[in-house]
C-alpha cells in the first residue's frame, strides 16, 4: 500500500491539495473511517452545530445547513451554496501596488505589479485570510473547483451522503 507523508495527510486534512489527488489518496486509502474522524475533529472545534460535509481549507468547510448545503467559515459566516464560488462573496484585498506588494515580500524582490497581482479572500466577519491567489491584472477570479460532493460520498465513502431536514 502507498504510504504518503504527514505533510500530504495534513493538506489533504487542511484541504490544500488539488481535488484530483484528494480524490486519489482517499480511494488509496481505502479507509473511510480516516475522513470520518477527521470530521468529527474539526466538528468539534468549530462553535456550530451545521453537520461537516466536507473540508475544502484550513478554516472552510462545506457543510449541511438547513435543507441548503454551503460554504462556511469556521466562525459561522456563509458565503452561501457551496456549487457557487465562495471567493465571489468574500471581502477582496487586493495587492496591486508597489507598496502593497512589499507589505508581503519585505525583503525580496516583489513581483512586478503590471504583470501580477496577488488577491486575499477574507471572510466579512472574522477577517480570516481563507485564501490568496496570484493572477496576471484583469484576470477573472478563479474558481478552484467544486467538488462532485455526491460522488465522493458514494464512491469513496461508501456512505451515503447525509440529508438535510426537508
Ligand atoms: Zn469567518
Not at 61 to 78: A, D, L, M, N, P
Not at 102 to 108: G, H, K, L, Q
Not at 133 to 155: M, Q
Request: aromatic residues 10%.
Amino acid at each position: 500500500m502507498t504510504s504518503y507523508t504527514k505533510e500530504v495527510i495534513s493538506d489533504l486534512i487542511a484541504g490544500q491539495l488539488p481535488w484530483p489527488q484528494t480524490r486519489r489518496i482517499m480511494s488509496t486509502y481505502k479507509d473511510e473511517d480516516r475522513f470520518f474522524k477527521v470530521i468529527e475533529v474539526l466538528q468539534e472545534r468549530v462553535p456550530w452545530d451545521d453537520p461537516i460535509l466536507l473540508p475544502i481549507s484550513d478554516h472552510l468547510f462545506i457543510c449541511q445547513s438547513g435543507s441548503e448545503r454551503v460554504t462556511k467559515c469556521e466562525c459561522g459566516h456563509s458565503f452561501g451554496d457551496y456549487r457557487r464560488n465562495w471567493k465571489l462573496q468574500a471581502l477582496i484585498n487586493v495587492r496591486c501596488t508597489e507598496a502593497s506588494l512589499r507589505e508581503i515580500y519585505p525583503n525580496n524582490d516583489i513581483p512586478d505589479p503590471d504583470w501580477m497581482e496577488i488577491r486575499e479572500f477574507i471572510c466579512p466577519d472574522c477577517s480570516t485570510i481563507h485564501e490568496v491567489e496570484a493572477a496576471a491584472p484583469g484576470y477573472p477570479i478563479v474558481h478552484d473547483f467544486e467538488p462532485d460532493l455526491e460522488g465522493f460520498y458514494r464512491e469513496w465513502l461508501k456512505k451515503p451522503l447525509p440529508e438535510g431536514p426537508s
